[in-house]
């Protein structure tokens, strides 16, 4: 009964969430280190000594907003896929995946991939009812990569990369603001890269095909 519940329940802790308190140290030795060395050589180090100083908060302030975010950025159990962020949420049944992959700069290409995993869904409203606006909003400005990529590779037009606000109609139902850009960005990215949703590898605690073979793993299991 131990092993089942192993399998059934992970929780994915990002990389770049463990890094928060490496650097939020190191900001603070760096700060204290320019605090004694300007003692004594303030005056002939001056600007070298604002610019270490200037340095050392940004290191620190990184970290600061690295501990910040969530715990866990991924939780998989019997019901499904959960991804958190400082922002929101958005979760998605086992059952309503369709596949997962490597994302690829075009779907004809076969030996690269970006630093992203692909989850594409059969349906997308209950995305659309699950994710919060202000996660939808934040991962606009998040997708950005995808968008210079996939320009790049002429999978997407200028128009169809700009931000769409119009509003998005999705089985009788009208979504404005945040939400329908987030939908109107869902659908461009389907285009280009066939997935809805994608998942940065610093958010991962371990090999992006790892992940994939896990997510794989849940959906043969709780999938009907």
């Known amino acids: ?12 802790r990002a990389i770049n969430k463990r890094n928060g308190l490496f650097l939020t140290l190191l900001g603070t030795v ?24 200037m340095a050392s908060f940004v290191v620190f302030f990184i970290g600061i907003l690295k501990l910040r975010e969530p715990d866990y950025s991924y939780q998989l159990d019997s019901k499904g896929l959960t991804h958190t962020h400082r922002c929101g949420r958005w979760q998605i049944d086992w059952r309503n995946i369709q596949r997962v992959g490597a994302v690829k700069p075009d779907m004809s290409t076969m030996d690269k991939r970006l630093s992203y995993t692909g989850i594409k869904l059969k349906d997308i409203r209950p995305l659309a009812e699950t994710i919060s606006p202000r996660l939808a909003n934040r991962l606009l400005h998040e997708q ?23 509003p998005f109609k999705l089985d009788g139902k009208i979504y404005k603001g945040p939400l329908a850009a987030f939908l109107h960005r869902t659908q461009a990215l389907d285009k280009a890269y066939g997935f809805h949703l994608f998942l940065a590898d610093d958010t991962l605690d371990r090999h992006p095909d790892e992940f994939i073979e896990l997510l794989k793993r849940h959906i043969e299991k709780y999938s009907p």
């Open 1 to 12: 009964m131990k092993n089942a519940t192993n399998i059934s329940n992970k929780n994915i």
């Open 144 to 166: 950005k990569p995808l968008l210079i990529v996939a320009l790049k590779h002429d999978q997407l037009n200028m128009k169809q990369a700009i931000i769409d606000f119009e």
């Open 30 to 53: 760096l700060l204290l280190i320019m605090l004694l060395i300007g003692q004594y050589w303030w005056q002939s180090l001056k600007i070298q000594m604002i610019f270490l100083y």
